[in-house]
Structure formats: structure tokens, C-alpha cells
């Protein structure tokens, strides 16, 4: 069954508006979660590291004031768009390490449309 | 970590082997060899990994050089489900979840 789900699948908003998104651990509880973004036919581009109980950690380039990473729970965590525009576009997919940490599940992703 | 050359595409008849390379000449030697595919408009999915052993399970199998600068994966009977990208990656193996990943190969299993 699936490790990770994300919420919503997919969604619509109006430029200007704020979208989260959800990303839960369903098997094991996680200190560090990982959002990426993937716009169509490229490949994924790391945008952050969410750490549970402290800021997250944000990768070159990326709006820290624009992309809200809020890790609450030891199996949560969301990410919000805000003051979304049309370059916001893009498949978001978060990851979460596994205990053993070779391996890391990725959650189904969240394909964001902002009109 | 290490970056990672692949070709964009390849084919596969279905029922045969599919054998997909990596590049990764410059990887350190506390860098693990992973590899991840993605049906279209799904997350990535795990396949395997390895350090400097070939390695095998229920997907795939592993086959690294012994000078650790390539590596293949060989899917032994591919299906049409098999269609994805497939992504190699080299990280430190205690680095979880940081993987930064390439263009990957579009493996397209025909019939």
C-alpha cells in the first residue's frame, strides 16, 4: 500500500490566490520530508527540505517567502503556495526518507494549474 | 553529489531485456547508486540500489563496474507497464531523501 500520500491530487486556483498542499507519511513517522517540483517533460528539481519542529531548509533560487513549508507533525507536512501565478504551474511530489535511509518514498504528486 | 549521464531514450521489445546505463564517473566513494522510475504523472518510484556490489531484487538487477564510473540496470522481462523514466542517482547513502536528479532515460516497451 502507499507510504506517502499527498493532498490534493490535483487543483485549480486563480492567480493570486494560496494553495496547500499536504503531504503525509501513512507507515513511519519523519523528521525530514523533501518537496520537489516538476514542470512538464523536465525532470525533478529539489525546492526544500521540510525538518519537523524547525525551519525548513530551502534550496538556491528558491522563494522561501513564496513556497511555506510547514512541518507540524512527525507525519506531515504542507507546503503553500501563495500569491500564485500562472509560472507556479507544476507537478509538486514530496519524498520522505525511510528508517533505513537508502531509500525514499515519494508521494503521488500534486498537479497545481493557476489560471 | 555526483552528476549522472544517461540516454535520453531507448526501446525495449516487450518479454526482453532492457538494459539501462548510467554514467557516474566522478562519483566519491561513499556515494550509492540509485535508481528510481516514473510512470508518467506519478511520483518516482524506488527500484535499487547499490554501492560497488551488483545487486538484484524482485524488479530489477544492479550491475556496477568495478571502477564504480557506470553502472546498468536490466529489467530481465520487460512489460509495457515497465514504460517510464528511469533516473540513476549517486548520493551519499546517509543523505536520504537529497537526491538531485538528472534527465533520466524515456524506456518505451513496445509489443
Known amino acids: 500500500g502507499a507510504v506517502v500520500s499527498q493532498h490534493p491530487s490535483w487543483v485549480i486556483c486563480k492567480s493570486g490566490t494560496s494553495v496547500k498542499i499536504e503531504c503525509r507519511s501513512l507507515?513511519?513517522?519523519?523528521?525530514?520530508m523533501f518537496w520537489y517540483r516538476q514542470f512538464p517533460k523536465q525532470s525533478l528539481m529539489l525546492m526544500a527540505t521540510?525538518?519537523?519542529?524547525?525551519?525548513?531548509?530551502?534550496e538556491q533560487g528558491v522563494e522561501k517567502d513564496k513556497f511555506l513549508i510547514n512541518h507540524a507533525s512527525l507525519t506531515l507536512s504542507t507546503l503553500t503556495v501563495t500569491s500564485a501565478h500562472p509560472e507556479d504551474s507544476s507537478f509538486y511530489i514530496c519524498?520522505?526518507?525511510?528508517?533505513?535511509?537508502?531509500?525514499?518514498?515519494f508521494g503521488p504528486g500534486t498537479r497545481l494549474t493557476v489560471t | 553529489d555526483a552528476k549522472t549521464t544517461q540516454p535520453p531514450s531507448m526501446d525495449c521489445a516487450e518479454g526482453r531485456a532492457a538494459n539501462l546505463p548510467c554514467n557516474h564517473s566522478?562519483?566519491?566513494?561513499?556515494?550509492?547508486v540509485y535508481w528510481y522510475r516514473q510512470i508518467h504523472s506519478q511520483g518516482p518510484q524506488y527500484i535499487i540500489h547499490?554501492?560497488?556490489n551488483n545487486e538484484t531484487n524482485e524488479m530489477a538487477s544492479l550491475i556496477i563496474t568495478e571502477d564504480r564510473k557506470s553502472s546498468t540496470l536490466i529489467l530481465p522481462h520487460a512489460t509495457l507497464r515497465d514504460t517510464a523514466v528511469y533516473y540513476c542517482?549517486?548520493?551519499?547513502?546517509?543523505?536520504?531523501?537529497?537526491?538531485?536528479f538528472g534527465d533520466g532515460t524515456t524506456l518505451t516497451v513496445k509489443p
Open positions: 519524498s520522505v526518507p525511510a528508517r533505513s535511509s537508502y531509500e525514499q518514498y
Open positions: 507507515d513511519f513517522q519523519a523528521t525530514t
Open positions: 521540510s525538518n519537523e519542529g524547525s525551519k525548513a531548509t530551502y
Open positions: 566522478t562519483i566519491s566513494g561513499n556515494e550509492y
Open positions: 547499490g554501492l560497488k
Open positions: 542517482i549517486v548520493r551519499v547513502g546517509t543523505n536520504a531523501g537529497k537526491s538531485t
